[in-house]
């Protein structure tokens, strides 16, 4: 593949860097703990837990060394003609983890992964609360000492849409933005 890919730059060549995610995802995992990730027991949990949001994204996370050093040891290869045949009808996977002390894993192809719009396995609606929940937190400060009750009167703004009148839905992305010190060019 493109040899820009594992080394990402900016925001914008990470999130287009699948070796990067891989590595990030893992990162967070090893973070929460073998025990704690052992502990849950279902794909919408999991995919929360090691969901990516911008703070994944900024300096700091695009050159952690931990991250980098487990970008090294990821490797693709090519799935094969089943693998062909079912793009892009979905987004065929397969993952394989090797390790030094625990032996090896692997997973069965995935066409469509926890948060795709076409995955029947998990709870979407759950998993879109969640990212908007965080979202909400970063964009009202949450993580620097903002209001984090901020973020749920974001969330009831834009929840049930059918039933706002033409004012309210005027007035749907009218949001009050608390740019933290992170933030700040």
Partial sequence: GDPAKRDPTTRQSADHSMVYILASHLKKALTLGYDRIKAIDNNTDMWKSVMLLPLDYDQRALYDKDTRQLMKKIEFEHGGKEYDDNYPKGIPTKLSIETQTAGSTQSDMVMYPSGHARNTECDLKSILMHKWQAMAAIT????????ANAAQQIIGKL???QGKSADEIKDLYNIPINVTEQYKL
């Fill in 159 to 161: 929840s049930n849409v």
């Fill in 140 to 147: 009202n400060g949450a993580y620097t000492g903002g209001d």
